[in-house]
């Protein structure tokens, strides 16, 4: 069975970002449905090479037949323990795109999407012990208000947690209905999705450790480019954007960089040229590239 994932967004821009050498070595962090490793592979000679990671088994149901492809089953966060198995130290190139695929949304039984019923999971590896319906009904109310404020953004997350803490005392709280029939009461019709949206993305930040993972993989990819070696990034929001933007701008993720005595800083990455985001006509054609923003980064010559 075809599982449908969405159109890669930025396809054309985020692959000539890293400027590929047809012999190169090049990964594909975020496989997903395979377009932006299909357009890497469609510029790649007989002797390049693509590695691609993605923790969901669905994702294997798109496997591309090439000789010059292989797919890794695990987290970007394993980025180079897993390349080094295959005796891959360093790369030509390393393309991420993390947003969440349009499968995942609307396979009703994953538990991302507010529009379906379903059982509340949100694990982008299904094999993960923690999921969606354990953080709502065992974290402790100040921990889900933590999680609601940092991940989603949201003003009122002390009052979102106590409501869940209420209700969870009376019945478990199983499924994405069940939550929104919890938290109906900060939902006001105009702005209901939005704060859905906000209120699903912090659990699912949570649930798969997305920023942690992020942070991980970004602080490898120095260590894994050749000189020249390009590293191209596309993020959804501005958690993940900001996380990107700083580690490229300063090797850091928060705090001051360190000066030396001339005023100037390390940092292990340097940006290639200006933020890319979506043209008009493709947002129209594909709604969810109106939040992508692209960043492009190469080795620092320092």
């Known amino acids: 069975m075809k599982m449908e994932y969405h159109n890669p967004v930025l396809l054309k821009e985020s692959v000539d970002a890293l ?24 510029r790649l000679g ?13 994702a294997r149901r798109n496997l591309i037949d090439d000789s010059r492809f292989v797919l890794i089953e695990e ?13 891959v130290d360093k790369v030509d190139g390393i393309l991420a795109d993390l947003g969440v695929s349009s499968h995942q949304f609307d396979v009703a039984e994953r538990g991302f999407s507010t529009r379906f019923d379903g059982d509340l999971d949100m ?8 999921s969606a319906k354990k953080i709502i009904n065992s974290y402790e109310e100040e921990d889900l208000a933590n999680i609601f404020f940092m991940y989603g953004e949201l003003r009122n997350s002390r ?12 019945q478990k709280i199983e499924t994405s209905f069940q939550l929104k029939e919890v938290l109906q009461r900060f939902l006001p019709k105009a702005k209901e999705h939005k704060i ?6 912090a659990i699912r930040i949570e649930v798969n450790e997305e920023l942690e993972a992020l942070k991980e993989f970004l602080e490898q990819t120095p ?5 020249n070696g390009r ?19 300063f090797g850091l993720f928060s705090g001051e960089p360190e000066k030396d005595i001339f005023g100037n800083t390390e940092k292990p990455l340097e940006k290639v040229g200006k933020l890319i985001v979506p043209k008009a006509a493709e947002i129209k054609i594909n709604n969810r590239a109106r939040s992508a923003k692209l960043r492009i980064a190469t080795l620092s010559k320092e």
Request: charged share 25%; glycine share 8%; no cysteine.
């Open 231 to 249: 590293l191209s990034v596309i993020s959804y929001h501005s958690l993940e954007d900001r996380l990107v933007k700083r580690y490229i701008g």
């Open 123 to 130: 694990r982008m590896n299904q094999k993960s012990q923690n």
């Open 159 to 170: 009052n979102l947690a106590k409501a869940i803490g209420e209700a969870r005392k009376v």
């Open 223 to 227: 260590k894994l480019l050749k000189p």
């Open 75 to 87: 987290n970007f966060r394993l980025v180079q323990r897993f390349l080094k198995f295959y005796r």
């Open 196 to 201: 859905l949206a906000q209120i699903y993305q």
């Open 46 to 58: 007989e002797h390049g090479k693509l590695f691609a990671f993605d923790q969901d088994p669905d």
């Open 19 to 42: 400027d590929i050498k047809p012999n190169g070595i090049y990964v594909d962090v975020t496989f997903g449905g395979g377009g932006h490793s299909r357009e890497i592979l469609s």
